[in-house]
C-alpha cells in the first residue's frame, strides 16, 4: 500500500522529511508546500535529484490562510507540519477539522495535555492520529529516554540532554542558527517542565548550568530550556521518578543568554521603538541576533546524552545513551535537518501504516521507544549505548 504525505513548510527542516519519506515511506506521493512557491519548487527538485525519481511536488500554500490549508491537507493521507512551532496550535485542529492524520515538529505541550486531547475521541471517530512534538527535542531524545525505561524494570532517573550546534565553537556565542530564531528565543524563556519525586514540576530555565562530558567533543553545558520533555512529565508521572531535558551548548553561551534576558531583550511585552512605533524586545532580538551566527560555511553537529538510572532483576542498573550526528556532504543536509526531520518522518510513516494509535496521542505515546530506536538505526545513525549492572554473586 502506498500513501499521500503533504508537507507544509519548505525551510530547513521540511525537504528532509520529504527526502527520508521518498526513501522509507512507501510513498506513492509527495507534496512540499511552502508560501514561497520558488523555494517549495527548488527544494523538490533537490529532493528528486537525490532520491533518482519523480515523487515530490511543490505547491505554494500560506499557511495563515485557513481555506488553503484544509484545502491542501484534503490531498494527503498523512500532514506534516514544518512551520515555526506558533502556528502548530491552529494547523492541528484544522487537520482534525480536515479528518487527516497530522503531526508537527513543536507544540505547546500544556495546552494540549489539558486542552486540545478533549477533543480525543472526536478524533478516534475519524480514526486519525494528531501527534505533536515529533522533532528532535521533543521528540527522537523523548523515544531515547523511553527506550532506556523498556530495558528496565523499574527506572528511578532520566535525563535527556541534546544540542544542535557548529562544529567548532564560533564567536560571539558559539552557536550557529539552525532553525527559527523565535523558536531559539522561546525555548530559552518561561519554564520547563520536569519530574519531581514523581510529580510534574515547572523550574526555571537558563539558572541550572550543568557540565556535561560527551567523548570527542569534551565539556559542553547544560541548562534547561522550555518544551523539551513534552507531555512525558505527565504521561511517566508515578512511573518515573525524575525525568528532565537540558539544551547543550559551548562553554559561555548561558552566561551572554542570561545576561540578554535579564537585561530584557526576549521580554514579548511591546515597547515604544520611535515615535508611534512599537515592537516586542523578543522580535526585535529576532532580527538582530541572526545575522551575528548565520555561518553558511560552518558546518553543524547535533549531540545527544542520554543518562538513566533504575533497577533490572532487582539490582542497580545504569544506561547512558551517547550519539553525535554531523553535516551530511553527500547529501547537503544538516546534522538538525537530519535529526529533526527524519525522526518527524519516522512518526509520519507510523501514523500512515497504522501502527501508531488513533485519536489525538501525547507523543511519547505513538510508538515504543525500542520501536522507534530500530527505526532510527536503518537511517545509517550510531548510537552508543553504554550498561552498567551491579549483580550480586
Given at each position: 500500500?502506498?500513501?499521500?504525505?503533504?508537507?507544509?513548510?519548505?525551510g530547513m527542516?521540511?525537504?528532509?522529511?520529504?527526502?527520508?519519506?521518498?526513501?522509507?515511506?512507501?510513498?506513492?506521493?509527495?507534496?512540499?508546500?511552502?508560501?514561497?512557491?520558488?523555494?517549495?519548487?527548488?527544494?523538490?527538485?533537490?529532493?528528486?535529484?537525490?532520491?533518482?525519481?519523480?515523487?515530490?511536488?511543490?505547491?505554494?500554500?500560506?499557511?495563515?490562510?485557513?481555506?488553503?490549508?484544509?484545502?491542501?491537507?484534503?490531498?494527503?493521507?498523512?500532514?506534516?507540519?514544518?512551520?515555526?512551532?506558533?502556528?502548530?496550535?491552529?494547523?492541528?485542529?484544522?487537520?482534525?477539522?480536515?479528518?487527516?492524520?497530522?503531526?508537527?515538529?513543536?507544540?505547546?505541550?500544556?495546552?494540549?495535555?489539558?486542552?486540545?486531547?478533549?477533543?480525543?475521541?472526536?478524533?478516534?471517530?475519524?480514526?486519525?492520529?494528531?501527534?505533536?512534538?515529533?522533532?528532535?527535542?521533543?521528540?527522537?531524545?523523548?523515544?531515547?529516554?523511553?527506550?532506556?525505561?523498556?530495558?528496565?524494570?523499574?527506572?528511578?532517573?532520566?535525563?535527556?540532554?541534546?544540542?544542535?550546534?557548529?562544529?567548532?565553537?564560533?564567536?560571539?556565542?558559539?552557536?550557529?542558527?539552525?532553525?527559527?530564531?523565535?523558536?531559539?528565543?522561546?525555548?530559552?524563556?518561561?519554564?520547563?517542565?520536569?519530574?519531581?519525586?514523581?510529580?510534574?514540576?515547572?523550574?526555571?530555565?537558563?539558572?541550572?548550568?550543568?557540565?556535561?562530558?560527551?567523548?570527542?567533543?569534551?565539556?559542553?553545558?547544560?541548562?534547561?530550556?522550555?518544551?523539551?520533555?513534552?507531555?512525558?512529565?505527565?504521561?511517566?508521572?508515578?512511573?518515573?521518578?525524575?525525568?528532565?531535558?537540558?539544551?547543550?551548548?559551548?562553554?559561555?553561551?548561558?552566561?551572554?543568554?542570561r545576561g540578554?534576558?535579564?537585561?530584557?531583550?526576549?521580554?514579548?511585552?511591546?515597547?515604544?521603538?520611535?515615535?508611534?512605533?512599537?515592537?516586542?524586545?523578543?522580535?526585535?532580538?529576532?532580527?538582530?541576533?541572526?545575522?551575528?551566527i548565520d555561518?553558511?560555511?560552518?558546518?553543524?553537529?547535533?549531540?545527544?546524552?542520554?543518562?538513566?538510572?533504575?533497577?533490572?532483576?532487582?539490582?542497580?542498573?545504569?544506561?547512558?545513551?551517547?550519539?553525535?550526528?554531523?553535516?551530511?556532504?553527500?547529501?547537503?543536509?544538516?546534522?538538525?535537518?537530519?535529526?529533526?526531520?527524519?525522526?518527524?518522518?519516522?512518526?509520519?510513516?507510523?501514523?500512515?501504516?497504522?501502527?501508531?494509535?488513533?485519536?489525538?496521542?501525547?507523543?511519547?505515546?505513538?510508538?515504543?521507544?525500542?520501536?522507534?530506536?530500530?527505526?532510527?538505526?536503518?537511517?545509517?545513525?550510531?548510537?552508543?549505548?553504554?550498561?552498567?549492572?551491579?549483580?550480586?554473586?
Amino acid at each position: 500500500m502506498q500513501f499521500k504525505y503533504a508537507i507544509l513548510g519548505a525551510g530547513m527542516q521540511g525537504p528532509a522529511v520529504a527526502y527520508d519519506l521518498a526513501r522509507f515511506g512507501d510513498a506513492e506521493i509527495i507534496y512540499l508546500a511552502d508560501i514561497d512557491e520558488e523555494r517549495a519548487t527548488q527544494k523538490a527538485e533537490w529532493v528528486n535529484r537525490l532520491v533518482q525519481r519523480e515523487i515530490v511536488y511543490p505547491k505554494r500554500v500560506d499557511a495563515r490562510d485557513d481555506k488553503q490549508v484544509l484545502n491542501y491537507f484534503e490531498q494527503a493521507d498523512v500532514v506534516i507540519s514544518a512551520v515555526p512551532w506558533q502556528m502548530n496550535m491552529r494547523l492541528i485542529q484544522l487537520a482534525l477539522e480536515a479528518k487527516r492524520n497530522y503531526i508537527d515538529m513543536g507544540n505547546d505541550p500544556e495546552w494540549f495535555w489539558h486542552e486540545f486531547r478533549k477533543r480525543d475521541e472526536e478524533a478516534k471517530k475519524a480514526h486519525i492520529a494528531l501527534v505533536p512534538d515529533c522533532g528532535l527535542a521533543p521528540g527522537m531524545v523523548n523515544h531515547l529516554g523511553l527506550y532506556c525505561i523498556e530495558k528496565m524494570d523499574e527506572c528511578d532517573e532520566v535525563h535527556l540532554r541534546c544540542g544542535g550546534l557548529p562544529q567548532r565553537p564560533i564567536p560571539p556565542i558559539g552557536y550557529k542558527l539552525v532553525f527559527n530564531m523565535i523558536g531559539v528565543i522561546s525555548e530559552y524563556m518561561g519554564t520547563a517542565l520536569v519530574l519531581r519525586d514523581g510529580k510534574p514540576h515547572h523550574v526555571p530555565t537558563l539558572d541550572d548550568v550543568e557540565c556535561v562530558y560527551v567523548d570527542d567533543l569534551g565539556t559542553l553545558e547544560a541548562a534547561s530550556t522550555s518544551g523539551g520533555t513534552s507531555t512525558a512529565p505527565y504521561t511517566l508521572a508515578g512511573k518515573v521518578k525524575e525525568y528532565d531535558y537540558k539544551t547543550l551548548r559551548y562553554p559561555g553561551h548561558w552566561a551572554v543568554m542570561r545576561g540578554l534576558r535579564d537585561l530584557g531583550f526576549f521580554d514579548e511585552k511591546p515597547i515604544e521603538f520611535a515615535e508611534g512605533v512599537h515592537i516586542t524586545p523578543r522580535e526585535f532580538s529576532a532580527k538582530v541576533i541572526p545575522p551575528h551566527i548565520d555561518f553558511p560555511e560552518e558546518k553543524d553537529l547535533v549531540v545527544v546524552d542520554v543518562y538513566s538510572t533504575g533497577k533490572k532483576h532487582g539490582e542497580p542498573y545504569v544506561i547512558r545513551l551517547q550519539f553525535i550526528d554531523y553535516h551530511d556532504d553527500e547529501t547537503g543536509f544538516t546534522a538538525m535537518e537530519r535529526c529533526t526531520g527524519f525522526s518527524a518522518s519516522i512518526i509520519a510513516i507510523g501514523t500512515a501504516k497504522g501502527t501508531v494509535p488513533r485519536g489525538i496521542v501525547p507523543y511519547e505515546q505513538s510508538m515504543s521507544g525500542h520501536a522507534f530506536v530500530a527505526e532510527w538505526l536503518k537511517r545509517g545513525f550510531k548510537l552508543r549505548e553504554t550498561v552498567s549492572q551491579l549483580v550480586h554473586m
